[in-house]
């Protein structure tokens, strides 16, 4: 590293969550064995989604067929500003100063757009926040580092009109064994309501009747996430299973019930994603039965909203309120190690405070786990944290104990009947 020990940018937030219009605050700690000539030390906060995926194409026949790889891409900035924490702005004349030796840290603030999307990451797509440092040298590599941090655009279930609706359905089918067809096999699905949050579980109450001569290996429940990504001449869809629960095999003619089996959700960002416009997410849990031997499941989908705020009827259920100003229930105070939510109407963004009777969620890591953040303007002399996970609010309310929950993708849970 020469005459530099090290360059690193520092958050006051240990937890890097921020929301829609709260400020960032931090500091870059500059460590120097003997003073250095710069142009300038600079801050670059960034906010951008991308798409990018390839497919190949086959044209023509015979001996005129051939095969081209298209390219499918989309991008978005939601803000771009560079702070000057040394020195000169980018492009600037003058004299180049030189930086004394030593250790030294430059704070610096800014104020997140409202409206900008959720993080996201996904081989495909991201929605990615940033922040770059360089220490410009003239005639010389630059010494630079980076750092990223999550943003959540929270969605309120409480703003949702179908956040309390009840999703169910039902489905049959019939099996073809040889040249007979067996009797059907049919099963109905119902949910407790559409709208979650990430740490609550979904209660699944189901039947099935398997009128068939023909064992069902299990039934099962599974929440899936389907991500639609936009370029300007096609839309790409990806969907992920992200928890499951099974139940064991059902007899030819016998039958099974759930019975209020609970399919946890585990950290994911809300639905829709918010501010974007090139990736959307949606998320369906599908009820299924499969057949032993050669057949298709019977599938009944039902579609899931998933929140960052639950819905205050649901908070009720997991509290208990005493009189206005009493010390039970959920006080709306916040976390001194967690970002705050959003201001309300005409507060400030140093001053945020809580929904009435709201507790105030963990921030867990993403269940698709570390992401490299190192792209195309990085370079070997690009230090820093290039590793990253997303965090989203989560719900820890049936298990106190632990606050910051890891899960491994697809967060299973086995129960038989």
């Excluded at 010389?140 to 169910?168: M, W, Y």
């Amino acid at each position: 590293m020469g005459k530099l020990n090290h360059f690193l940018i520092f958050l006051n937030n240990p937890q890097a969550v921020y929301f829609c219009g709260q400020v960032i605050e931090g500091y870059v700690s500059v460590d120097l064995k003997e003073p250095m000539k710069m142009r300038g030390l600079r801050l670059l906060f960034e906010g951008r989604a991308n798409v990018h995926w390839t497919e190949e194409h086959t044209t023509g026949t015979g001996e005129d067929q051939s095969t081209e790889t298209c390219d499918y891409s989309a991008k978005e900035s939601y803000f771009s500003q560079i702070l000057v924490l040394y020195g000169k702005a980018q492009g600037a004349g003058g004299d180049n100063p030189v930086h004394p030796a030593g250790q030294h840290a430059y704070p610096f603030r800014l104020q997140l757009p409202y409206g900008i999307p959720s993080s996201f990451e996904t081989t495909v797509g991201q929605v990615r926040y940033t922040i770059s440092g360089v220490i410009d040298k003239p005639w010389k590599f630059d010494h630079k580092t980076k750092a990223a941090f999550t943003v959540i655009n929270l969605l309120d279930l409480n703003r949702e009109p179908l956040a309390l609706s009840v999703p169910q359905g039902q489905n049959s089918k019939t099996l073809c064994c040889l040249c007979c067809k067996s009797g059907p096999i049919e099963a109905v699905c119902r949910l407790e309501r559409m709208g979650y949050v990430p740490g609550e579980a979904i209660v699944i109450n189901a039947e099935i009747t398997n009128g068939s001569s023909r064992k069902m290996s299990c039934s099962y429940a599974e929440l899936s996430q389907v991500i639609s990504f936009h370029a300007s001449s096609k839309t790409k869809s990806s969907t992920t299973v992200i928890a499951r629960v099974n139940h064991s095999e059902i007899a030819p003619g016998g039958s099974d019930v759930w019975s209020g089996d609970r399919l946890h959700i585990p950290p994911i960002p809300p639905s829709r994603l918010d501010g974007c416009n090139i990736i959307d997410i949606t998320y369906i849990l599908k009820f299924c039965v499969d057949p032993s031997g050669p057949a298709f499941d019977l599938q009944i989908p039902l579609n899931i909203l998933i929140g960052s705020i639950p819905h205050q009827k649901v908070v009720e259920r997991h509290a208990n309120f005493g009189p206005p100003g009493g010390a039970s229930g959920f006080a709306p105070t916040m976390n001194p190690s967690s970002p705050a939510m959003p201001p309300a109407p005409g507060a400030t963004p140093s001053a945020p405070v809580l929904p009435p009777n709201m507790p105030p969620p963990s921030y867990a890591e993403c269940v698709s786990g570390k992401v490299t953040i190192r792209d195309e303007e990085d370079n070997e002399y690009t230090g820093g944290n290039l590793e990253y996970t997303p965090r989203y609010t989560y719900y820890n309310w049936e298990d106190s104990s632990n606050q910051n929950p890891k899960w491994s993708p697809p967060f299973i849970v086995d129960r038989p009947t």
